[in-house]
């Protein structure tokens, strides 16, 4: 069965920088579509941004809140799928997700932006 | 960015029959915007029940079925169970504009 793991999740303060990792097991990512969903504490879940595969040339899309602070990417050789998250806000705060193709989902890290 | 609206409370008798739906702000939905459902339950990631408007996965359950609707994407639950006490998540894909969740649907069967 497709497992995803991420890690990297923590507190951070305002305007600092984090990397979260989602590694996969018995699936390859560079196969696949890849996003971050991200869900704030008691709220519902928003998208942030997708990889596509390696066939579709692996391009990037964010969403606008993110766009110009955070960066996904993918490192084939490890089978991990990153998101690089820079100039945090509170309102960054969430357990993020990791999924493949929509179809298969991790099972969150938690960011905590606060000073 | 576009608005995705879903009910936000819904309830169903054990047995019976309810249908969420999921409406863009730009206008119908369509198969263009590849419609995806999940399902989430407290403390629990997601799950995907359908995606493409009306494909299954291996584990979603007979009972739920996917279809467009009205100008709307809809998740059709038959049968209901006490186990399907859950939130749900519509997802509409934007040609060059990413992806939208909607805001949710608590549904409770009662």
């Known amino acids: 069965e497709v497992q995803l793991v991420e890690s990297g999740g923590g507190l951070v303060k305002p305007g600092g920088s984090l990397r979260l990792s989602c590694g996969a097991s018995?699936?390859?990512?560079?196969?696949?579509?890849m996003s971050w969903v991200r869900q704030a504490p008691g709220k519902g879940l928003e998208w942030v941004a997708r990889?596509?595969?390696?066939?579709?040339?692996?391009?990037?899309e964010y969403a606008p809140p993110v766009k110009g602070r955070f960066t996904i990417s993918r490192d084939d050789s490890k089978n991990t799928l990153y998101l690089q998250m820079n100039s945090l806000k509170t309102e960054d705060t969430a357990v993020y997700y990791c999924?493949?193709?929509?179809?298969?989902w991790g099972q969150g890290t938690l960011v905590t932006v606060s000073s | 960015q576009a608005v995705v609206t879903q009910e936000p409370s819904l309830t169903v008798s054990p047995g019976g029959t309810v249908t969420l739906t999921c409406g863009s702000s730009?206008?119908?939905?369509?198969?263009?915007?590849?419609p995806y459902w999940f399902q989430q339950k407290p403390g629990q990631a997601p799950r995907t029940l359908i995606y493409?408007?009306?494909n299954k996965n291996s584990w979603t359950p007979v009972r739920f079925s996917g279809s467009l609707l009205g100008g709307k994407a809809a998740l059709t639950l038959s049968a209901a169970q006490p186990e399907d006490e859950a939130e749900y998540y519509c997802?509409?894909?934007?040609?060059?504009?990413?992806?939208?969740f909607g805001g949710g649907t608590k549904l409770t069967v009662l």
């Open positions: 999924t493949t193709d929509h179809k298969y």
């Open positions: 018995r699936f390859s990512l560079s196969d696949s579509w």
């Open positions: 990889i596509t595969s390696k066939a579709h040339g692996g391009t990037t």
């Open positions: 730009t206008g119908a939905v369509t198969s263009g915007h590849y």
């Open positions: 493409d408007t009306s």
């Open positions: 997802l509409l894909l934007y040609s060059g504009a990413g992806e939208v």
